[in-house]
Structures are given as structure tokens and as C-alpha cells.
């Protein structure tokens, strides 16, 4: 199986690693509640890293994870002053984690600094700082060990509760782990086992055709663990996914008829508003000006 051509996922997984992006994307969107950021889509994820509308939502999600990084407990964001000195603490008990990712040592000298880098290097801090957190902070440890605990299955892909889904795999098949991520969308990545591909993730759908044709190359294998995967991605992905699709049409052409309301209305209030009367008496100097 093999990506869409034309996923935007995996146009932009160029300038970066997909994998680290996907860390950080789980990240953020499972513990939410303890990283405080409006993100919820990889796309979203993916104009904050490119700046595509300027570095100020990369300031703050830099700042939002090092926080979490932290282990900070105040909602109060953190301000470009902290950046170095909570950077430098991080940096302490992380040292491994940063010399498999070669980032620069620049970027802990200002936020300023982190921001000049290259969508790559910004993708492998903000994964430190993720990796970071999730050793670290308390509330996310609490959260790992509550889910953990419970020792059920991930919940199902059309239930509200499923944003904890992403801290296991949602299916391991023979030497490819399979994961699904998104919050109001659903992106299924691949994962091989073997040294070389271990931490390397393949975008396989995220479109219902996209999942449809997953499902049929996975039926049309021998073994009984594709197929129950090919059948969870048919009754479980799919439907959710048009529904998903009928919603935002639902919203699209209500917003719709709501403009084209709108614009009756000042249609109607131009063609019907009190003019004014034109006086054609003026005695005034103006127009003795006018006639002469």
C-alpha cells in the first residue's frame, strides 16, 4: 500500500520528518487538556511549522510544549524571556534525546533564535520538547498510567472519547504497526519493525476512498489479522468519516444561505432606503459660479 500522490501530509513530510511530526501531532492533541494549543489537525499542525501566516502561532505553541516540558503547572503562558533558561533545565536530563536529533545548540539561546530555523529543525525541538514532557510532567504520567490501567482495548474510531487512542497502536500486524491519529479527521500511518524502518511512518489514507481501498488490499490478504483490521477500517472508519463530510456540508451550506440572506437584505435596504430631496433653488454664490 502506498500514499495518495497528492496527500498534502505527505507533500510537506519533505521538509521535515514525518515521523517526529506525527510524535508531535499525537502529543498535542491527546493531552490537550495539560498542552494548551487551538491545534487539532495535522494541517493545522503544519502551517504552524511552516509559518504559513507568520511565526507568532509558532511562538506560542514553542511555548505552550516547553511549559508542558517543564512540568508547569500555572495556565499563565510563558514569555520569550523564559525560553533560554527553561530550555538550558530541559536540556539537562534530555541530552540523549538531542544528540539523536542534532538540533542546534543555538536555538536555546532565544525563541527568536528557534524560530530562524528550518521547518525540520523547528519539527525535532518541538518533538524534544514533546519527548521531554512526556517523561516529565506529572499530569501527562497521570494520564498514561490512568489509560494504562484499564487494559482495554483502544475505544472505538466513531466514539467522542477516542483521543487517548493514540498512545498504542491501533493494530500490529506481523512486522508493521499500523496508527491512527485526528481528532474530526482520520489519518492511518504505517510503521515497519525492522531496525531500519523502526519510527518511520507512511501516510496510507485519510479519505474514505482512501480507507476503502486500504481495507480491500488488506482482505485480499491470507491471514485472518488483515482482514479483521480491513473490517474495523470498513464499519468503523469509513461511516465516521462521511459523517464527518455530511457535517461539514451541513455547516458549509448553511453558512451559505446565511450569506446570500445577508446580501438580500442589503440588496433590499439600497433599493429601498429614504433619499434625499435635491433642492434645484440654490441662490447661493456656488451656483451663480455654476451658471456663469
Not at 521535515?16 to 501531532?25: D, G, K, R, T
Not at 494541517?43 to 505553541?61: A, H, I, M, S, Y
Request: glycine fraction near 2%; include cysteine; aromatic fraction near 8%.
Amino acid at each position: 500500500m502506498s500514499p495518495t500522490a497528492n496527500s498534502r501530509t505527505e507533500v510537506a513530510n519533505a521538509s521535515y520528518s514525518a515521523a517526529n511530526f506525527a510524535s508531535v501531532f499525537a502529543v498535542l492533541s491527546t493531552f490537550n487538556s495539560v498542552i494548551y494549543t487551538s491545534i487539532t489537525e495535522p494541517e493545522e499542525l503544519d502551517d504552524v511549522v511552516q509559518c504559513t501566516e507568520g511565526p507568532e502561532k509558532l511562538r506560542e505553541l514553542a511555548l505552550a510544549v516547553l511549559a508542558a516540558a517543564t512540568g508547569r503547572k500555572s495556565k499563565a503562558p510563558l514569555s520569550a524571556v523564559h525560553w533560554p533558561k527553561l530550555c538550558s533545565e530541559v536540556a539537562g536530563s534530555t541530552v540523549f534525546i538531542l544528540k539523536s536529533l542534532q538540533v542546534p545548540e543555538s536555538v536555546a539561546d532565544s525563541l527568536d533564535a528557534f524560530v530562524e530555523q528550518s521547518p525540520a529543525v523547528r519539527v525535532d525541538v518541538l518533538y524534544w520538547l514533546c519527548e521531554a514532557a512526556l517523561m516529565d510532567n506529572a499530569a501527562i504520567k497521570e494520564m498514561v498510567d490512568r489509560e494504562s490501567n484499564k487494559m482495554r482495548k483502544p475505544t472505538l474510531a466513531n466514539t467522542a472519547n477516542d483521543s487517548l487512542m493514540r498512545l498504542q497502536p491501533f493494530a500490529e500486524i506481523s512486522k508493521q504497526r499500523y496508527w491512527l491519529f485526528g481528532n474530526k479527521t482520520r489519518q492511518l500511518y504505517v510503521e515497519g519493525l525492522s531496525q531500519r524502518a523502526r519510527g518511520k511512518l507512511e501516510l496510507l489514507a485519510q479519505t474514505p476512498e482512501e480507507f476503502q481501498g486500504a481495507a480491500e488490499e488488506l482482505n485480499a490478504q491470507r491471514n485472518h489479522a488483515p482482514k479483521e483490521l480491513a473490517e474495523r477500517l470498513t464499519e468503523e472508519i469509513v461511516p465516521y468519516l462521511e459523517t464527518q463530510i455530511k457535517k461539514r456540508e451541513r455547516v458549509d451550506r448553511a453558512l451559505q444561505r446565511q450569506a446570500l440572506a445577508m446580501a438580500n437584505v442589503h440588496i433590499y435596504e439600497t433599493r429601498t432606503r429614504k433619499r434625499q430631496r435635491v433642492n434645484y433653488t440654490d441662490d447661493g454664490p456656488d451656483a451663480l459660479d455654476y451658471y456663469n
